[in-house]
T-cell receptor, first 117, second 109 residues
Framework: DTGVSQDPRHKITKRGQNVTFRCDPI?????LYWYRQTLGQGPEFLTY????????KSRLLSDRFSAERPKGSFSTLEIQRTEQGDSAMYLC???????????????FGPGTRLTVL | QKEVEQDPGPLSVPEGAIVSLNCTYS??????FMWYRQYSRKGPELLMY????GNKEDGRFTAQVDKSSKYISLFIRDSQPSDSATYLC?????????FGTGTSLTVIP
């Protein structure tokens, strides 16, 4: 399967614990995006990378959220000191940036469902 | 005011009907307009995208963008039970991406 993969698919944690999610994009894609989706809502954009550079992070939800893409391939999203309100689906997407276009077709992974008890 | 407004439905139609899905938006800087389909417990799948105003057709799907009214639409012709899903509109301006809440569609055989 050469699509976007995310690991784990489900995560249950206790309030106050740190969690880290991994996203592996489509191999030739240079852009990688993180979104959060809560029940009955559309995805909420959090941040994105082009190669290893994080080009937009103003919409990370708080300073408890951070993301990395150290070698321009896979990415991790970490949530520190989790709260019950962090329970959601965390989606990753990737795209291949072409020329000067700011939008390129994003392919989504299956998501990581986080439950904070 | 939300950047993107979308009626969550639910919308229920008989097989073969024409479905009309709509979104409105407030940010005139949006340039790219997308429609995604999302099945339960899956990631969104891109159906169509358009740049600026106009129409775009792909098989049974037609996307329309009216920037003067800040209004976009997706039409599905000859709807099929397999079209039952949540349809999300999305828009982008620069490095910012915004989704609607999604409209739940059920096509009844």
């Amino acid at each position: 399967d050469t699509g976007v993969s995310q690991d784990p698919r489900h995560k249950i944690t206790k309030r106050g614990q740190n969690v880290t999610f991994r996203c592996d994009p489509i191999s030739e894609h240079n852009r990688l995006y993180w979104y959060r989706q809560t029940l009955g809502q559309g995805p909420e954009f959090l941040t994105y990378f082009q190669n290893e550079a994080q080009l937009e992070k103003s919409r990370l939800l708080s300073d408890r959220f951070s993301a990395e893409r150290p070698k321009g391939s896979f990415s991790t999203l970490e949530i520190q000191r989790t709260e019950q309100g962090d329970s959601a689906m965390y989606l990753c997407a990737s795209s291949l940036a072409r020329g000067g276009r700011t939008y390129n077709e994003q392919f989504f992974g299956p998501g990581t469902r986080l439950t904070v008890l | 005011q939300k950047e993107v407004e979308q009626d969550p439905g639910p919308l229920s139609v008989p097989e073969g009907a024409i479905v009309s899905l709509n979104c409105t938006y407030s940010n005139s800087a949006f340039q790219y307009f997308m429609w995604y389909r999302q099945y339960s417990r899956k990631g969104p799948e891109l159906l169509m995208y358009t740049y600026s105003s106009g129409n775009k057709e792909d098989g049974r799907f037609t996307a329309q963008v009216d920037k003067s009214s800040k209004y976009i639409s997706l039409f599905i012709r000859d709807s099929q039970p397999s079209d039952s899903a949540t349809y999300l509109c999305a828009m982008s301006a620069g490095n910012q991406f915004y989704f609607g809440t999604g409209t739940s569609l059920t096509v009844i055989p």
